[in-house]
């Protein structure tokens, strides 16, 4: 089972978010600037709020890495909050001298009333410092460490957007690298410059209405043997845990594997993707992949293609009605600083989480406790598939 140990920890105003993530085998190449860019990949797309003003993410190895390379021992990950600088009134861990001013006006669709009532907190500022989705600049660290391992067995993993709100983007017939590379190119992870336009229109639009904006984004991981994953036991399928991954996503609602719902509205006959043999490579082909690189919950050695639904930003400038949990008066949801829409942010999100669930499944199937024994796994089982079926 599950191979990668990992954690985060940290407030959105605290003073820094922390992971440690363990199994990582020994051995790996692994620069701060590896994790640095997909930080800062994170922190763009048009649409965000202020605080991506007042913060520059970098990470601090705190663990598990010594001259630019892996010990097979934990990794510890640290991202500072600049902003913390501005909240020690309130954030801090020591008793405060001063009681802050408890946050009692819930705001609808946060974590705000459902974790307080939970943990039972009467300033609900100690639920939505942790709900805030500050903590995935972690979960991107995580992500980048895993990204690293898949590429030294030949396996890439990119996100791009599909739409915004109403605004969806049309896939130009291209080859997958290309798509990548356009998807790289904008500032909204977008493959499509015209659909680009438009989703930026239609940001500015929610903006000036005081309203936001949620949208789709598309993940897609190359260069997967067949075998990853299994179908034998329903916590073990792949796909499920893909879609746990991608679900725990702040503000995501909803998750697609390949063709997802589209598949339920067509025919068989449309929706499986035939089988045929390159004799020369010896690997099974097919025409394509609706199923989106999963059967049976095992990697068929397509492309797995996973897309994830996010709904608007749920801190509105437009106030929605809520009740104070104190008084219990009604009023109008208080307005904090918001991002208008983070869809291409959350796309950056959704590639670690698929990073760091394939890179489970990778050493989960092969194991390895240093690189040059994982790769040495991989090709054992690269030459076992080459004579599949004729032993
Ligand atoms: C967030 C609210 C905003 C976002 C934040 C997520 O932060 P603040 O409350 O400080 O204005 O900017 O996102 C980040 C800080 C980030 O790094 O992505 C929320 O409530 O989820």
Redesign the pocket.
Known sequence: MARLRWMTSGE??GPRLTAIVEGVPAGLPLLAEDVDVDLAR??RGYG?????KI?T?RITFTGGVRNGETLGSPIGLAVENK?HANWLDRMAAAPLPSEPEALTRPRPG?ADLAGGQKYDRKDLRDI?ER????E??ARVAVGAVCKKLLAAIGVDVFAHVVAVGDVPATLPEITIAELRARARASDMACVDPDAELKMKEAIKTASHAGDTLGGVFEVIATGLLPGLGSHVQWDRKLDGRLAQALMGI?AIKGVEIGDGFRAATGPGSTVHDPIGFDAETRVFTRMSNHAGGLEGGITNGQPVVVRAAMKPIA?LRKALSSVDIRTKEAFEAAF????IC?VA?ASVVGEAMVAITLADAVLEKFGGDSLLELRRNVATYEEQLRGFGER
């Open positions: 959105s105003h994170r922190q965000r709020g202020g605080r991506m913060e993410d902003d946060h939505l709900a805030s989705a500050r995935t600049a702040q801190t904090e600083r918001s991002d983070a942010a």
